[in-house]
């Protein structure tokens, strides 16, 4: 019995891979052995870093609101504390946009909760 390559399917996977490793640098991105750990690496690395950017944003966003509330005279705990308190549900991300862009309605905010407090 003759043997049987699947060339088209083996040629099909490979060029999969390569085109992933287009870009580069050397034999990273020309030879198919180094290609695929560089693009099992990398994929390994995407889905890490796609559940880390949340965490990261989320950082981000706090540390706005916090300078924020310091710069009026609150702690962040006491702000979320008392924005919580008065019903206002707002994101910590639409905070820290309203925080950067717009200190007049972020003052009024504090306002608010120093009120109950």
Do not use: H
Not at 5 to 16: D, E, F, G, L
Not at 47 to 53: I, L
């Amino acid at each position: 019995m003759p043997r049987i390559a699947n060339n088209v399917a083996a040629r099909r996977r490979k060029k999969k891979v390569m085109k992933q490793a287009k870009g580069n640098y050397g034999g990273r991105g020309r030879l198919y052995r180094t290609a695929m750990e560089t693009v099992r690496k990398g994929l390994k690395y995407a889905y890490r870093d796609r559940r880390n950017k949340k965490r990261d944003f989320r950082r981000l966003w706090i540390t706005r609101i916090s300078i924020a509330c310091r710069n009026n005279d609150i702690r962040y705990s006491q702000f979320i504390a008392g924005l919580k308190q008065e019903g206002v549900a707002l994101n910590r991300k639409s905070l820290s946009n309203i925080a950067a862009k717009d200190p007049q309605t972020f003052e009024y905010l504090v306002g608010m909760v120093k009120k109950t407090a």
